[in-house]
């Protein structure tokens, strides 16, 4: 190792340890203090944390999100429906214009007025 290797020492400049020492910049709060706003406060996260997971785990919560998956599948499979009947709707208008275009232009020849389209 090299002169400047070894003259160079880091030194942490904040920590959560207890007796520090000069090195470190003291914690503003001791989290760990068992009546500590900290402590009070993880302690009623957790307690809500339990409490989430028992509905999770109760029956109607699991009849919930069966139902919300069967009236999601519904709704995707009539909005699949709705769009394929439109589908079927521009292709039959798109038919009916071309149809009305190439009729034209045989019985008016080219004389006729330029064709109007509508949707």
């Not at 203090?33 to 029956?59: C, M, V, W």
Request: charged content about 35%; aromatic content about 10%; overall charge neutral.
């Amino acid at each position: 190792m090299n002169e400047m290797a070894r003259s160079v020492i880091c030194k942490p400049f904040s920590g959560q340890m207890v007796d520090e020492g000069e090195d470190f910049v003291p914690a503003v709060f001791d989290y760990l203090q068992p009546d500590g706003y900290f402590k009070i406060h993880e302690a009623e996260i957790t307690l809500l944390n339990r409490q989430i997971a028992q509905l999770k785990d109760s029956a109607v919560y699991r009849q919930a999100q069966e139902s919300y998956h069967t009236i999601r599948q519904e709704a995707e499979k009539a909005i699949e429906e709705a769009r394929e009947v439109m589908r079927e709707a521009k292709n039959l208008r798109d038919k009916r214009r071309k149809e009305t275009f190439c009729f034209r232009l045989r019985t008016k020849g080219n004389d006729s007025p330029k064709p109007v389209f509508e949707s």
